[in-house]
């Protein structure tokens, strides 16, 4: 691992620079597939998020913010004074709708994979997809401190599927409850930020692409059928199984989807 700063990331690959944002309790070794099949194509640059791997833990009194997640970038020597590409995934897919706002001028083609941006949901009224959303929110919150393995249990089976959290062996379960850590303070990045989706639409790049699972959760759907109504010129792209982790259960259905909205 490239270590400048405060931020964690490893590059991979020649051509051109293309920054991969994780999902949550995932962290940059999330894209091992697309680096190992692509990196005679791309220069990519994997970045760990605030709390994971070596990048610091979050420790402000402030909430955390999205733009908080933003602030990496800046330190990130690959893409200074340079056009790049990103592709995200979840959480990671929130905080590139961030920095593709930020850094819009130099940002290529913008690759998202069922971002999470939850507080959309309610600027919109979707109450019901919102409120899904604070369910997960209010275990994480609730049980960080008493009773983490109850919230890690949830979190796990709502996104992997119900049951999943029974199919994890002790030693894989004990890596989950570590690394979903970070997620108390990633729920307030998305839920407490006030960008509206017609900003999105206004300044990211036309040339974005938006990916799903026909079969993920109801919240992620809606956010999907949100995008879909707003930006009519982004490109959207699903798959028929595989649900919110298709990008790691199914990689080779939507890696190939990603290199086209690359080339």
Same mark, same amino acid.
């Given at each position: 691992m490239n270590k400048l700063d405060e931020v964690d990331y490893f590059e991979a690959g020649v051509g051109p620079t293309v920054?991969?944002?994780h999902a949550?309790?995932?962290?940059a070794r999330q894209w091992k597939n697309i680096i190992n099949g692509y990196k005679d194509?791309?220069?990519f640059v994997a970045v760990n998020l605030i709390g *994971?791997?070596?990048?610091?833990?979050w420790e402000s009194d402030h909430t955390q913010r999205l733009s908080?997640?933003?602030a990496l970038f800046e330190k990130i020597l690959p893409i200074k004074n340079g056009r790049f590409s990103i592709i995200a995934h979840s959480f990671g897919g929130s905080v590139a709708l961030m920095a593709a706002l930020r850094f819009h001028n130099v940002i290529d083609k913008l690759v998202l994979i069922e971002p999470n941006p939850f507080y959309l949901l309610k600027q919109a009224g979707l109450l019901k997809a919102y409120n899904e959303s604070l369910l997960i929110q209010k275990k994480i919150k609730n049980h960080y401190r008493n009773d983490w393995e109850?919230?890690?249990q949830f979190f796990a089976? *709502?996104?992997n599927g119900e049951g999943s959290w029974n199919t994890y062996t002790n030693d894989q379960k004990e890596k989950f409850s570590e690394i979903l850590k970070p997620n108390f303070h990633e729920w307030d990045a998305v839920l407490n930020e006030t960008i509206s989706i017609e900003k999105f639409n206004q300044v990211l790049p036309k040339n974005t692409t938006f990916v799903s699972a026909l079969d993920t959760v109801f919240s992620i759907k809606e956010i999907t059928k949100l995008f879909m109504s707003h930006c009519k010129t982004w490109k959207f792209e699903s798959i028929q199984t595989g649900g919110h982790m298709a990008i790691i259960k199914k990689p080779d259905q939507v890696l190939p989807i990603i290199i086209k909205a690359l080339l």
């Open positions: 920054v991969l944002l949550t309790a995932t962290g194509k791309f220069h *994971y791997g070596n990048t610091p833990k908080d997640q933003v109850k919230a890690v089976n *709502y996104w």
